[in-house]
């Protein structure tokens, strides 16, 4: 699981660049600058750390609990693009209504747990806590 989700990384920051990258651009949250040029340099930007972190997932297995860590934190830190999207009714990747946007904002939470379950991370935070 922890390498299937590498490679939907690999593929999202792929599309970031490429072939999706109007799409990905309804998702910068309004309330940061709305100049194309900035909200092209936050796809592209993301695109990079989402391809980074999907070689990370699949390449860095010794480093699987810090890498799910850090890519649970960034669907954390992205998360307002997805809210943004739902408030401002913002069509793109086929959520064309308010009630596809917002079921789309319940499955977060369900990357950020794939992103701790599959790398060790979540069972490494439950010990630890138990410390």
């Known amino acids: 699981m922890r390498i299937i989700l590498g490679g939907l990384m690999v593929l999202a920051g792929i599309g970031h660049l490429t072939f999706q990258r109007e799409e990905f651009q309804a998702q910068v949250p309004r309330w940061l600058p709305s100049s194309p040029e900035f909200m092209d ?17 699949i390449f860095l297995w010794k480093h699987q609990i810090k890498v799910g860590i850090v890519l649970a934190i960034f669907y954390v ?7 943004s999207q739902y408030t401002n009714g913002i069509d793109a990747f086929g959520l064309d209504t308010d009630r596809k946007r917002f079921i789309r ?15 060790g991370a979540l069972k490494h935070l439950m010990n630890k806590s138990k410390d």
């Open 105 to 119: 904002l319940f499955f977060q939470p369900v990357l950020i747990l794939w992103a701790l379950w599959s790398t």
């Open 41 to 57: 340099f936050v796809v592209v930007a993301s695109g990079v750390v989402e391809i980074g972190l999907g070689l990370a997932m």
């Open 77 to 83: 830190l992205i998360f307002p693009g997805n809210i």
